[in-house]
């Protein structure tokens, strides 16, 4: 059964993203739409203590606008990593005249002992072998190098995310094909969890806090922010058990558009609340 597109109840254009579905395809509008990433870079860049001679490697770069705000920071080295050939591509359109970039998974690093410092921002979750990811990056730092993660904690890492996708079983449209959804994100529950990763493969952890922070904002710019990194799991074809039929994306994105909506309250507004982990560890 379909319904009229005038279910979607606020002013979205949804025609813009239906395409959305992984990296590759959101890499040219990232830059505008990453801001729950953008909002976490400050801290990270606390954390880590560029200085003027460190080699840097950004890991899970995605476009560069972040490894960009690094090659600002230091003459020595800096290379950004990424899986996604589109986010790499968009990066060095943007910024390869003075960043090394490469298509790769944390996974598959090899690069022994060339960083003093590792950068890693929304990306940890991604990992799908995380001990080889981050036993690689301790292979890349020198001794003396650090290496600081920002990335969504716990299996709750925003409930209003997890509140609207929720809703997909409640629609005949895509119940069925939500039903065979598996999640391809890695989130731990517990700071400890997150620090006994890194202290298992050699790193002193230093840091390591599960934040909660909570924004307040307008169901439009919510459903942007769930475009910018959360769709490239619950939208991806790649993450279920079954070929998707035309039109379950487009009808999955209004089902999740409408559901942001009803969250709003008497203001219009949102209150979103997201769980992160910042992690500081250092290779002796």
């Known amino acids: 059964m379909m319904f009229p597109r005038r279910c979607l109840i606020f002013t979205l254009d949804i025609t813009e993203i239906l395409a959305v579905s992984n990296f590759t395809t959101i890499a040219p509008n990232y830059r505008q739409t990453a801001t729950l990433q953008k909002s976490a870079s400050e ?4 954390l ?14 995605g476009t ?21 050939e589109g986010m790499i591509a968009e990066a ?15 996974e598959a690093l090899d690069m022994p002992l ?14 799908r072998e995380p001990e080889r990811a981050i036993a690689n990056c301790h292979a890349a730092l020198r001794p003396g190098g650090r290496m600081v993660i920002q990335a969504p904690a716990r299996k709750d890492y925003c409930p209003n ?4 996708v929720d809703s997909l079983k409640e629609d005949c449209r895509t119940r069925n094909e939500y039903s065979r959804f598996r999640s ?10 997150y620090a006994g990763l890194f202290a298992r493969a050699g790193f002193t952890v230093q840091t390591a806090e599960i ?53 709003a309250g008497a203001d219009g507004q949102v209150e979103l609340l997201f769980f992160r982990i910042y992690l500081l560890a250092r290779k002796p």
């Open 161 to 164: 995310f997890i509140l609207a």
């Open 64 to 84: 560069g606008h972040l490894t960009q705000a690094i090659r600002a920071q230091t003459d020595g080295t800096v290379v950004g990593v990424d899986p996604s």
């Open 211 to 263: 934040e909660s922070v909570r924004q307040r904002c307008s169901p439009a710019k919510v459903f942007e922010m769930f475009e910018s990194g959360a769709a490239a799991g619950y939208l991806n074809p790649d993450c279920y058990d079954l070929p998707l039929p035309p039109g379950y994306l487009a009808d999955a994105r209004e089902v999740i558009a409408r559901n942001f909506q009803s969250q």
């Open 114 to 127: 060339q960083f003093d410092a590792i950068f890693c921002n929304s990306a940890f979750q991604w990992f």
């Open 184 to 193: 391809p994100w890695l989130f731990l529950e517990t700071a400890q969890d």
């Open 92 to 106: 060095m359109r943007n910024h390869g005249k003075e960043i090394e970039f490469h298509v790769g998974s944390a």
């Open 48 to 61: 880590l203590q560029i200085s003027r001679t460190d080699n840097v490697l950004d890991l899970g770069c």
């Open 43 to 46: 801290r990270l860049h606390a």
